[in-house]
């Protein structure tokens, strides 16, 4: 099944990124087309040389920067000009190991609002079973939980999210304040209302992607780690071709990551990006896709008919602003595919933006100081230095001055019909006009769904390994 010949290997299937999404299509393509092999690139090492890597709330420890790609933004004007953290995990497991370890799906109208845009097969219905599929949930007594949504038989170990002491007085005051109390609600597709969420972890040892790897022993699958991809190698395709697509995807140039030694890995069958919402359209434009006027300022050759890669970050309340208006970017810095991008992200340069985020942090502070819940615990701000905003106008200045990232980019590989200009993918995740090339992670969401993106990730890798598998059996 794996080939060797002039430094140069060959496998059938060659996965980028060994991430959320990418270590769930690897597995599910091994295990699909046992007679198929799958190569799994990484950048980084493996999560077992990740010390705090299955510690739930690693991710309030601090960056670890030998373990992070180390991004940040360029200054973003509507936050006073701050220059934001951009955190990606760069280790087998991806920001399923680093994250807050949330698992919430996002509403029904996010994923039916997405098929409603061109892209068929991903509505709420369609994606369910996709969601499930990666999931093993264990109840907890105290939960009431919907079981009809839950998986039973995945990799990934989930459990309602531990209480905290003060949780049920702070859903106690939501509920006072006029939210129905909803408790499974954030797998249920629901979006309004109060309730429990579900975290990736059980009995105190997180769950991540690369669990999709290790309890998985067939010899079909190769996890190679430390190889770091520099571009696709694409060919002129055969004009008979059946996609009618002009180019066609046959490998990738990589380099190993602590040497710099060069090395060329071909797929037979088919190549899947899944370097994340920054690294796939990297690699993308690297490999001559993307906008032709970036691609000529950076001194990279193109021949594809280009498209716009673009992408659009005591107790603590959260209020996250979910449905930007406003829409960053992902460009290139150099010509050397080993420099970090630059990101902009864009954010609060919308008026509306700045106006949603600020009203929910007014509501979030009254709930929590007149609500029956709390309103005798919660006593003021922290420290008790400062005062909190009086009227939404101050919310504003707030919203601005502290506003900061979640860590959820998407959109960068934007999947839309062939009428859409900035798209980059279609609803099978088809890079246009290039066969055998497919992108597999939330950069090709065309919307951020309200919620942790997540579980969105995990269920990208299920549909995508299903959607090749369900071509290649046509194929044959």
């Known amino acids: 099944m794996t080939q060797e010949k002039d430094d140069i290997i060959t496998y059938d299937y060659i996965v980028i990124g060994g991430g959320t999404s990418g270590a769930v299509a690897a597995r599910r393509l091994a295990e699909g087309d046992t007679n198929s092999s799958v190569c799994l690139l990484e950048a980084g090492p493996s999560h077992e040389e990740v010390i705090h890597g299955r510690i739930p709330g690693n991710w309030l420890l601090g960056k670890e920067k030998s373990h992070d790609w180390n991004y940040d933004t360029v200054a ?6 701050r220059i934001i953290s951009a955190p990606r995990a760069r280790f087998l497991g991806g920001c399923s190991a680093i994250n807050g370890t949330l698992l919430i799906r996002g509403t029904k109208a996010d994923y039916d609002r997405i098929a409603a845009m061109g892209n068929p097969g991903w509505s709420w219905e369609d994606m369910l079973p996709y969601f499930k599929a990666s999931e093993t949930f264990h109840p907890a007594e105290w939960h009431q939980s919907d079981l009809t949504v839950h998986g039973t038989s995945g990799p990934l170990h989930t459990e309602p999210y531990p209480h905290a002491p003060i949780s049920e007085k702070v859903i106690e005051s939501f509920i006072d304040s006029g939210f129905e109390y909803k408790p499974d609600m954030f797998v249920r597709g629901d979006y ?14 997180r769950s991540t992607s690369a669990d999709f790897i290790l309890h998985y022993e067939k010899t079909n699958l190769t996890v190679r780690t430390g190889i770091y991809v520099d571009r696709i190698i694409l060919e002129k395709n055969n004009v008979n ?14 380099h190993y990551d602590a040497t710099g030694q060069s090395i060329i890995i071909k797929a037979r069958k088919e190549i899947i990006l899944s370097a994340g919402a920054y690294n796939s359209p990297m690699v993308l434009m690297y490999s001559g896709i993307g906008p032709a006027e970036h691609l000529i300022e950076m001194g990279i050759s193109y021949e594809l008919p280009h498209n716009p890669v673009e992408g659009e970050g005591g107790i603590g309340l959260y209020v996250l602003l979910c449905g930007p208006q406003a829409r960053g970017t992902v460009r290139l810095s150099s010509k050397d595919p080993t420099c970090k991008p630059i990101i902009d992200h864009a954010y609060l340069e919308n008026d509306l933006d700045v106006a949603v985020l600020a009203e929910g942090c007014r509501i979030g502070h009254e709930v929590l100081m007149k609500g029956r819940g709390t309103k005798n615990i919660v006593v003021g701000p922290w420290p008790k230095t400062i005062s909190h905003p009086k009227d939404l106008a101050d919310w504003k200045k707030h919203v601005r001055a502290v506003a900061s990232t979640c860590f959820h980019p998407c959109g960068t ?5 062939d009428t859409d200009p900035m798209g980059v993918v279609d609803n099978q995740l088809r890079v246009r006009n290039v066969e055998s090339l497919r992108v597999a992670d939330v950069s090709i969401l065309p919307l951020i769904n309200n919620g942790h993106t997540q579980a969105p990730a995990y269920a990208i890798g299920e549909k995508l390994a299903h959607m090749v598998l369900q071509d290649a059996t046509v194929a044959c």
């Open 413 to 417: 590989c934007k999947m839309a019909p």
């Open 241 to 254: 071709n059946k996609e009618k697509r002009d180019y066609k995807a046959v490998g990738v140039e990589a």
């Open 192 to 205: 309004e209302g109060v309730g429990h969420a579900v975290r990736t972890a059980y009995k105190g040892i």
């Open 76 to 81: 973003q004007k509507g936050c006073n000009n």
